[in-house]
């Protein structure tokens, strides 16, 4: 073992890929990545071998998020080890952990190394912030600490499965069956009177539910992880609910700030 280092990350906002480029500072390797957010880099299945494993992804309604789950399913991973991260929007990170920690295992990677990281909730905006303050420069301290212990681990050869404790589902984890979001959140709306048309919206869609041409959104694919709202540097694209109030419940619920859990 000892080779290298793959990661592979799921970032629409680019808060997971901003912690796991956090997390990899330390290391003087090189490192191969694969940006799983681009829906080319999803087709085909991925080799990996004699590698430590570094997979990023963020929180959707305190899982996995289903898109990833036939990428997971092709990922060939021979005599490696593995590490696994979650970004949350200081809501809650449920079981992701524990779904990560088994998804390593069915293709025959140890987890020797696991954090829940806090970052901006996507649904956060500047009249309702949810933890848009994070990650803060002590979170960013926390992922590089957590990244120079890994490096020692994986140097000394200390490749023992950690113990990743279940995490609290959250009460929209618990009631709610999964990709159930949409129930509750429309697709993006599009200020026409804001939006120049640059089209960026479309082009960082990771499930290219924006027409390039008119913009709009299939309401279906659209899997409201707000890339195109935070991207939109025209501030063009914003967050609707279809139940009333949803935003000030959600920032009473985020308001507490929580803290990262890291496990090795």
Do not use: W
């Amino acid at each position: 073992m000892n080779k290298g280092i793959t990661a592979l990350s799921f970032s629409p906002t680019g808060l997971t890929k901003k912690i796991i480029t956090t997390i990899l500072e330390p290391f003087n390797k090189d490192i191969t990545t694969y940006d799983l957010t681009k829906p080319v880099n999803r087709l085909e299945p991925i080799e990996i071998e004699r590698q430590l494993v570094v997979l990023g992804v963020p929180v959707y309604e305190d899982r996995i998020p289903e898109i990833l789950h036939e990428v997971f399913s092709k990922l060939i991973a021979k005599d490696c080890v593995g590490v696994v991260v979650a970004s949350y929007g200081n809501i809650g990170y449920g079981n992701i952990l524990n779904e990560l920690q088994v998804t390593m295992k069915q293709i025959g990677v140890p987890v020797i190394g696991a954090a829940a990281f806090v970052g901006e909730h996507s649904f956060s905006t500047a009249q309702y912030p949810i933890a848009s303050d994070r990650p803060n420069t002590i979170d960013l301290k926390e992922a590089y600490v957590f990244g120079q212990r890994i490096k020692e681990k994986y140097a000394n050869q200390d490749l023992k499965e950690c113990a990743i404790p279940k995490g609290p589902f959250s009460l929209i984890g618990t009631v709610l069956p999964k990709n159930s979001i949409g129930h509750f959140v429309k697709p993006p709306r599009l200020d026409s009177n804001l939006c120049t048309n640059c089209g960026i919206c479309a082009s960082v869609c990771p499930v290219e539910a924006i027409d390039p041409e008119s913009l709009e959104i299939d309401a279906q694919r659209c899997i409201r992880c707000c890339s195109c709202v935070k991207r939109c540097k025209q501030n063009a694209r914003m967050i609707d609910f279809k139940i009333p109030l949803m935003h000030k419940i959600l920032t009473r619920i985020g308001r507490k700030p929580k803290q990262n859990q890291i496990y090795y």
